[in-house]
């Protein structure tokens, strides 16, 4: 779906991809495999989160891995200072490895901020 949604112009296709889980002995197997759905797709930067996706994370070309985090929330930071207007971000992951957290973390990118008054 990624690799058939084109970006605006400047943007860049952004997969943010969180640990598939419960695939047992073939976990790490799977994982390194997606390093040619990523290439494949004209993706031009992951972005990963979980254990389970530092397989994939060594497998990829440099130019193309964004970031690599042990958890989601690890991960927000860097990517809410990556994104830019234009670009085309795909969040995938299973509901254990609490993609939501980056979800909220790209809906937040460009929201005013709520300013309190001073009562005083």
């Known amino acids: 779906m990624l690799g058939a949604t084109e970006p605006q112009q400047g943007g860049r296709r952004i997969a943010v991809l969180g640990d598939m889980l419960e695939l047992g002995e073939e976990a790490t197997r799977s994982h390194e ?11 031009d930067q992951a972005f990963l989160a979980g254990p389970l996706m530092g397989a994939l994370a060594r497998r990829l070309p440099g ?4 970031a690599h985090a042990d958890t ?7 990517l809410q200072q990556s994104v830019r207007s234009g670009d085309v971000v795909l969040v995938k992951g299973s509901l254990g490895s609490r993609m939501r957290v980056v979800v909220e973390a790209l809906m937040a990118v460009d929201q005013p901020q709520t300013k309190q008054a001073n009562g005083g």
């Open 33 to 43: 495999a997606l390093a040619d759905d990523l290439t494949g797709n004209a993706v």
């Open 63 to 66: 130019e193309l891995l964004g």
């Open 72 to 78: 989601s929330a690890g991960l927000t930071q860097t």
